[in-house]
């Protein structure tokens, strides 16, 4: 899922640049300056690629934070399929219950 959302992303941030870079080309000749519509649609698409821009890093950030977490999982469940899971703590448990007999 959130594979796609950045390959979603990826994919609205190379269109807008394209739709950008062509309405900052110079207007033809025979239409003059630049309207008020154009702008607004350049404002509007310079918004939207923002917004897709810091949601694409936004859906990198929780990629990576689940990668952690599944890396992290996954290293936990090894360490308890080997049985070796508390063994260690266990192990000083018990000498010390030894050293508290003896005493």
């Known amino acids: 899922m959130l594979t796609e959302q950045v390959e979603q992303y990826t994919g609205e941030m190379e ?3 394209l739709l950008i870079e062509e309405l900052k080309k110079p207007p033809k000749k025979d239409r003059g300056l630049p309207s008020a519509v154009q702008q607004r649609k350049l404002d509007k ?14 859906a990198e950030r929780v990629a990576k934070l689940a990668e952690t977490d599944a890396r992290d999982t996954l290293n936990h469940m090894r360490i308890y399929e080997s049985g070796t ?3 260690q703590v266990a192990i000083a448990e018990i ?6 007999m003896r005493v």
């Open 45 to 58: 698409l310079n918004a939207k690629l923002q917004a897709t821009e810091t949601r694409a890093m936004e």
């Open 15 to 17: 269109r807008n640049p």
């Open 95 to 100: 000498k010390e219950c030894k050293n508290q």
């Open 85 to 87: 899971d508390g063994l």
